[in-house]
């Protein structure tokens, strides 16, 4: 199963558009989604199911179930299938097209463009491709999934930071 998710603040059409006509091209329905209120205008799939909103617990149920995520470059979406061990296509907003107010999801993707797991699309072309690429050659493993928590030696510098303001005063 593949896990769709835009986050909850923002719609995403531009996504959301390409991965039901991919579905309907490959004649799957395969994926679900989580979409945000399209609103009476925004764009509704017709060829996987979607809510646009779920609850915590089914949203963590269906991470865990999917083998594939395809998500906004979001880090909450990243970090969640990073600490999960699940492969992730990004698709990061654009904000000169309206879904975004600046491009910072544009530097998030480059910054983990490298990272074992996780895949950019940079946009709606590249999509498809990358999908059908995944799902014939499934990743392996990404090995040991990150830590939901902070490194402790990073804990201990941000600490001694914090609080060598107070011994110098």
């Known amino acids: 199963m593949i896990f769709m998710t835009v986050g909850t603040q923002l719609t995403f059409d531009r996504m959301v558009q390409t ?41 963590n149920r269906r991470y865990e179930e999917a083998d594939l995520i395809i998500a906004h470059a979001g880090m ?6 990073l600490t999960m061990a699940k492969p992730i296509v990004i698709m990061p907003r654009k904000a000169v097209l309206g879904e975004h107010r600046n491009d910072h999801q544009l530097a998030t993707a480059e910054k983990f ?23 014939e050659n499934p990743p392996s493993a990404n090995g040991e999934a990150a830590s939901a928590f902070a490194d402790p030696q990073l804990i201990g510098t941000v600490r001694d930071f914090i609080f060598s303001d107070r011994k110098a005063g």
């Open 19 to 59: 991965v039901d006509g991919w579905c309907e091209s490959r004649k799957t329905n395969a994926v679900f989604g989580q979409i945000s209120d399209p609103g009476p205008k925004g764009y509704r799939p017709a060829y996987f199911e979607w809510r646009d909103f779920i609850a915590p617990d089914e949203f």
């Open 76 to 81: 909450g979406s990243i970090i969640s299938a």
């Open 113 to 135: 463009a490298d990272r074992s797991g996780v895949y950019v699309a940079w946009n709606e072309t590249e999509l498809p491709g990358l999908l059908d690429r995944l799902i």
